[in-house]
């Protein structure tokens, strides 16, 4: 478990389940297309400044709402009610939020 988990864990209520995300800024239908004849190249711009910014997305859902939860570099976390975008019972492994598609990348907790 690394400290970006533990930030969160420490911010999740019991009970909580707990879901780190990989966010990609959503694209038209037109970028899509050229970003796949050239082999992904556009995407490695923002994977790259991604990781510069070291910036951690966690999805944190109890049995009222839906959080997504935001952790910086320097441990400050920031959180959003996003429980009227988020429908991940229905077996959906990503949702949409914000002008980003956030895929479940892996269970915490």
Known sequence: MNKYDQKV?????????????????RQGTGIKIVDILLDNVLSLGPAVSQL??????YLVMDEQKAEL???????????KD???SVSISSGKK??????????????VK
Do not use: C, W
């Open 9 to 25: 864990m420490q911010f999740a209520k019991e009970g909580s389940s707990i879901f780190e995300l990989i966010p990609k800024k």
């Open 52 to 57: 510069e910014r070291r910036e951690s997305f």
């Open 69 to 79: 939860v935001t952790i910086q570099k320097d441990l400050n976390l920031a959180h």
């Open 82 to 84: 996003i429980s009227n």
């Open 94 to 107: 990503h949702f949409d939020f914000d002008g980003y598609q956030y895929k479940l990348f892996r269970k």
